[in-house]
């Protein structure tokens, strides 16, 4: 199926779904790549998505709130950790 026609049909689906905008493929490959990135790791969305640089596939990921505020307070509870063994704040 050409490229074209699938965006057709992405676009017709959106309508029907009353989406305030149409879906595009290229949408769908942002949303794969960013799932790929977190389940598997960006070598792996590297892998899958084609891209012969790591830099091009960072591009696709988008790291959700959630994950982002994780790192965060794993992070924190490293540095708390540190400090209770007598490390240098």
Known sequence: ?????VAQLFASLSRRAGLGRPVTPHMLRHAAGSALAAHGGLDVAQAVLGH????????Y?????ERQREAVDRLAGTVRGRRGMGSAP
């Open 61 to 65: 990921v988008h790291p959700s709130a």
């Open 1 to 5: 199926m050409r490229y074209s026609r």
């Open 52 to 59: 012969a640089s790591i830099t091009s596939t960072q591009t």
